[in-house]
Structures are given as structure tokens and as C-alpha cells.
Nanobody, 126 residues
């Protein structure tokens, strides 16, 4: 069964950087698009970034575009989220997710993803 484990979260000052990692189990990792979502207290879970199966296509939320970079290493079954120029508004629990279908692209809808990690918290101080 597919399992996703996020790591790399923590406390950082505004303007700083963090790199989140998602380690995935399973031999078919490269067949699925992957994504990052985040959820702040009392707010809806929101899309952050997605990456296609091969890593050739990426999509970002407007709020993070230019600051965050999603990447993947299919040989290591990992997805990364490099976060630069962090803002207090980025404070949230960040979740890694795998697409439900191998044919799914870089969608922004959480319903398109079937496997989720437990999340890693990110706190950005001002």
C-alpha cells in the first residue's frame, strides 16, 4: 500500500527558506502526479504545487509562484518543495499527496489525489 511521509518542516523567520521532502513507498511512484497542499488553522486545505509524472510540468498557486519550487526524484521515490522568501502567511501544515489515477495531470483539486501524508508543520515568524 502507498504511504507518504513528509519531513523538513519547522520554525523559520520571514524571508528565510525551508525544504520539505516527501518519501513515498511503492514501485509505481513514477506513474503518478504528485502535489503539495497546505492547511492553516480554521482554514480550508489549499493547493500549493503539483508536478507531473516525469517532472516536466509544474503548477503553482499564485500565492507561492516565484517563491516555491516543486521537484521530484523518481529514482528515490521523493518529492521536494523548496520554499524561499517565506512569509507569515505561509504558516500551515503541509501535506504531500499522490494522484488517484496515473492519467491525472497537474490538477489543483484535492479530490484528484487519493493518498496523503500526515503532514509537516511550517511556522514563519515575522
Amino acid at each position: 500500500q502507498v504511504q507518504l511521509v513528509e519531513s523538513g518542516g519547522g520554525l523559520v523567520q520571514a524571508g528565510g527558506s525551508l525544504r520539505l521532502a516527501c518519501a513515498a513507498s511503492g514501485r509505481t511512484f513514477s506513474n503518478y502526479a504528485m502535489s503539495w497542499f497546505r492547511q492553516a488553522p480554521e482554514k480550508e486545505r489549499e493547493f500549493v504545487a503539483a508536478i507531473s509524472r516525469s517532472g516536466s510540468t509544474t503548477v503553482y498557486a499564485d500565492s507561492v509562484k516565484g517563491r516555491f519550487t516543486i521537484s521530484r526524484d523518481n529514482a528515490k521515490n521523493t518529492v521536494l518543495l523548496q520554499m524561499n522568501s517565506l512569509k507569515p502567511e505561509d504558516t500551515a501544515v503541509y501535506y504531500c499527496a499522490r494522484a488517484q489515477l496515473s492519467s491525472y495531470g497537474v490538477g489543483r483539486d484535492a479530490e484528484g489525489y487519493s493518498f496523503w501524508g500526515q503532514g509537516t508543520p511550517v511556522t514563519v515568524s515575522s
